[in-house]
């Protein structure tokens, strides 16, 4: 068969493009198509195995390397006028605008839900539309509203990284999909019973991440130490309200990031994710986690088992939910088997691929 891979955009070695890569290694010869493709060339070997992929016109519209974002009122359009129609089998890897690829009843469109698919102009819509973005906002939503409805008919089968966003895709879409989680390379993480005395939290520090609501908690808890790792918008904002307590370290990868995550007593997470990569790579630690029981790791943290959960993006409840942690006893052993399950991307993804073809067959 001939296979095309279509992915919103290159840009960085994130998440979505862990998944990406995954699914090229099972289908090496497949071209790739996404929106643009600006990776360096670190990554571009990592996850592309050097190849490049085959853009649309905001490639090459100016200053799109650096502002593509601000196109994105174009990327329906962008999005339709690839031509796969060579292709066989079409794999979209989505949470944008990827699953609008156009294709025929001749051929097999199977579209993986990295998210809720363009949740900006849904759930956190007032998240996204800040700034001068807000004044755009009335001229743009319901335009992408419609194409994403539309185009959300597009795939032959759906697969969602949760059972999260697999209800929300039957809310939104009326749409059937299968849950197959992400893939997490548990190996790069190694088991420690022997915690240091600090809680660690990992994200991109933006709005809703909600790590400003993390560091008021630990604020009111100045005998708890709390190191943040990241950089984003609100890294200055976060850093001007920190205490002595709180030590903001930025952006950090590799062997240092994993040296953070593995002698942490507790991993602290207070964003609504659609599935969670960094509490997955902590629990891998046998780091346990506190965490919102909502989104994607309502369903990966288990509460007693490999974590503690609390209720609301509150600052209380995560004070309360940090006491509780320090009344309850954890296996270490048994927080890092939880984290196997996460290992099975490739069989699982492939196994659905062929049952897939054998059913248009």
Same mark, same amino acid.
């Given at each position: 068969?001939?296979?095309?891979?279509?992915?919103?955009?290159?840009?960085?070695?994130?998440?979505? *493009? $862990?998944?990406?890569?995954?699914?090229?290694? !099972?289908?090496?010869?497949?071209?790739?198509?996404?929106?643009?493709?600006?990776?360096?060339?670190?990554?571009?070997?990592?996850?592309?195995?050097?190849?490049?992929?085959?853009?649309?016109?905001? %490639?090459?519209?100016?200053?799109? &390397?650096?502002?593509?974002?601000?196109?994105?009122?174009?990327?329906?359009?962008?999005? *339709?006028?690839?031509?796969?129609?060579?292709?066989? !089998?079409?794999? #979209?890897? #989505?949470?944008?605008?990827?699953?609008?690829?156009?294709?025929?009843?001749?051929?097999?469109?199977?579209?993986?839900? %990295?998210?809720? /698919?363009?949740?900006?102009?849904?759930?956190?819509?007032?998240?996204?539309?800040?700034?001068?973005?807000?004044?755009?906002?009335?001229?743009?939503? /319901?335009?992408?509203?419609?194409?994403?409805? $539309?185009?959300?008919? /597009?795939?032959?089968?759906?697969?969602?990284?949760?059972?999260?966003?697999?209800?929300?895709? $039957?809310?939104?879409?009326?749409?059937?999909?299968?849950?197959?989680?992400?893939?997490?390379?548990?190996?790069?993480?190694?088991?420690?019973?022997?915690? %240091?005395?600090?809680?660690?939290?990992?994200?991109?520090?933006?709005?809703?991440?909600?790590?400003?609501?993390?560091?008021?908690?630990?604020? %009111?808890?100045?005998? &708890?130490?709390?190191?943040?790792?990241?950089?984003?918008?609100?890294?200055? #904002?976060?850093?001007?309200?920190?205490?002595?307590?709180?030590?903001? !370290? +930025?952006?950090?990868?590799?062997?240092?990031?994993?040296?953070?995550? *593995?002698?942490?007593?507790?991993?602290?997470?207070? +964003?609504? *994710?659609?599935?969670?990569?960094?509490?997955?790579?902590?629990?891998?630690? +046998?780091?346990?986690?506190?965490?919102?029981?909502? +989104?994607?790791?309502?369903?990966?943290?288990?509460?007693?088992?490999?974590?503690?959960?609390?209720?609301?993006?509150?600052?209380?409840?995560?004070?309360?939910?940090?006491?509780?942690?320090?009344?309850?006893?954890?296996?270490?052993?048994?927080?890092?088997?939880?984290?196997?399950?996460?290992?099975?991307?490739?069989?699982?993804? &492939? /196994?659905?691929?062929?049952?897939?073809?054998?059913?248009?067959?």
């Amino acid at each position: 068969m001939k296979i095309a891979i279509v992915h919103d955009w290159l840009v960085i070695n994130g998440g979505a *493009e $862990k998944v990406l890569k995954e699914i090229i290694e !099972l289908y090496p010869n497949a071209d790739i198509f996404s929106i643009v493709d600006f990776l360096d060339s670190n990554d571009r070997k990592d996850i592309l195995s050097s190849k490049f992929s085959k853009t649309t016109f905001i %490639q090459k519209l100016p200053f799109s &390397k650096r502002y593509f974002r601000y196109y994105f009122p174009l990327f329906p359009i962008a999005i *339709e006028s690839l031509d796969l129609s060579e292709y066989d !089998l079409v794999i #979209s890897s #989505s949470w944008a605008v990827a699953k609008g690829i156009i294709t025929t009843n001749k051929q097999i469109h199977i579209s993986y839900y %990295q998210a809720r /698919n363009m949740k900006y102009i849904w759930d956190e819509s007032d998240l996204y539309f800040t700034g001068i973005k807000r004044i755009f906002k009335p001229f743009f939503i /319901n335009y992408l509203r419609k194409f994403d409805i $539309k185009s959300s008919k /597009n795939a032959d089968y759906i697969i969602t990284n949760s059972k999260f966003v697999q209800d929300w895709v $039957k809310d939104k879409y009326n749409r059937k999909s299968e849950v197959i989680y992400p893939p997490v390379d548990i190996s790069r993480f190694t088991l420690n019973e022997e915690k %240091q005395n600090y809680y660690l939290t990992v994200a991109r520090l933006v709005s809703y991440k909600r790590v400003d609501l993390i560091v008021k908690a630990f604020n %009111q808890m100045k005998d &708890k130490k709390l190191i943040v790792v990241g950089d984003g918008d609100e890294f200055t #904002s976060i850093m001007n309200i920190a205490n002595e307590n709180i030590t903001m !370290l +930025g952006f950090l990868k590799g062997e240092e990031l994993t040296n953070k995550i *593995e002698n942490a007593k507790a991993f602290v997470y207070c +964003g609504v *994710e659609d599935f969670g990569i960094s509490p997955i790579e902590a629990i891998a630690c +046998g780091t346990p986690i506190i965490a919102l029981n909502q +989104g994607g790791t309502a369903e990966t943290v288990i509460d007693g088992l490999n974590g503690i959960h609390f209720e609301n993006q509150k600052i209380d409840d995560i004070i309360n939910a940090v006491h509780k942690f320090e009344n309850t006893n954890f296996d270490a052993v048994k927080i890092r088997n939880s984290s196997i399950k996460y290992t099975l991307f490739k069989q699982e993804f &492939k /196994n659905f691929v062929t049952n897939a073809i054998s059913s248009k067959d």
